[in-house]
């Protein structure tokens, strides 16, 4: 990856800005417009030492295996703002992360290579192990800060997660979108952090916690509200992806999640005309959230897992809640109480939203197939992942039969026969 030159910025400049926004803030004043062009500054002047250690990370990233993940973005404005409010003795010119890449590794094993790798070719200044202490809220991860390679005085953030751990961490996100929450900054929400808690040690729940996870989602009806939002966005997200014409040209993307929870996503051939689109949404009076950030080997499936939280289409917590319903199901052994009912009726209604989606999903490929204008390497992701999810529901769930000559019937297969009957 090649960035255009920067400006460089002292810490000394960095850390009288800080100041002086801090003081507005806490006297309930905004910022200038000539001290947000600054912190613009500020931000883009980060440039350089960004694009030496993405070479070197994405190398790294490889060595902790070939599906691995790399991303990076710049701090968001609001995020800094924010951080400047939250942390009253932090200076600016101190903040760690103003600048910073992700490693996704589908591997837990692959961490303590890429960690090893990463003090060989940096000088490391610290490590949060997030992975051996994890946070009150349930995350685990590293959080690696380095050394500039070309500004000692200059400090960069490299995060290296599991993609189940990033899986998790955008759902934190998502749930502030849909919520109109700030909990990944901090704000409290007894059953929507109780919620998130479970799900960040979703292998080791018992079947108390998995009761109470569907407790509180049927409580704030979280499953219904986020397959709401991805439904709406799916189509339009795909179409977008799709009229990409090249991923050699357009490197670089604004992912963007508007007031409505719609979202968008724009494409850049440069970092220079990115960064300038982004500031120009940052100015904008009706705030929606968006990030600049640039992918390795940008592939659709890959773009949703990195900044899933911004792409709004789906989220493995859909899955995850099923296999949570069957467990409990199976424990009850599908007796007639009331309770099990209403599973049952709540299990049939989110499963046909699931298959109503897929078939949404046909239909637009069908319709875009013949389309000469559109990215026909795209459109083949497309209809690969189609197939994935089909081949992930049970057999003959789309048409709603079951094979009712098949003697060793699993315990889905006997739940679908059971929502079937009360049609």
Known sequence: ????????????????????????????????????NLLQNYRTSFK???????????????IG???????FRVKRIESILSKIKREPTMQLGNMGDIAGCRIILYRDDNINTVISQLQLRFNVLSINDYIK?????????????????????RKLEIQVRTKETHIWSSLVEIIDHVYSLKLKEGEKHEDLQEFLFY?????????????????IDKKHEIYSNLFGVFLKNYSRIRLEWLNVTSFED??????????????????????????????????KEDKSNFVLAHIEKPKFKRMCLAYASYVMIHHDYLNDWNDIILDLLKLKQINSNENNN??????????????KLIEQEMEEVNKYEQNADVNLDSLKEWKEEINEKLNLLPRNTVNGNINKGNKSMSFFDRIMKKINRSR
Do not use: W
């Open 48 to 62: 350089d030492d960004l694009s030496v250690v993405v070479s070197i990370v994405s190398d790294i990233a490889q």
């Open 1 to 36: 990856m090649e960035l255009e030159k920067s400006n460089v910025i002292s810490k000394s400049t960095a850390n009288r800005l800080g100041k002086d926004i801090r003081n507005l803030i806490e006297n309930n004043q905004d910022p200038s417009e000539e001290q947000i």
């Open 342 to 355: 209403n599973l049952l009726e709540y299990f049939k209604r989110n499963l046909h939203d699931q298959v």
């Open 65 to 71: 295996g070939t599906d691995s993940i790399t991303a």
């Open 250 to 283: 357009k490197r670089y993307f604004i992912f963007e999640v508007k007031t409505d929870n719609t979202s968008a996503i724009y494409s850049f051939q440069n970092y220079e005309d990115a960064e300038e689109s982004y500031f120009e949404l940052f100015k």
């Open 199 to 215: 799900l960040s040690r979703k292998k080791k729940l018992d079947i108390t916690q998995k009761q109470k996870i569907i407790n």
């Open 133 to 153: 202490n994890p946070k009150e809220d349930g995350y685990n991860g590293y959080h690696v800060y380095i050394e500039s390679p070309i500004n000692p005085k």
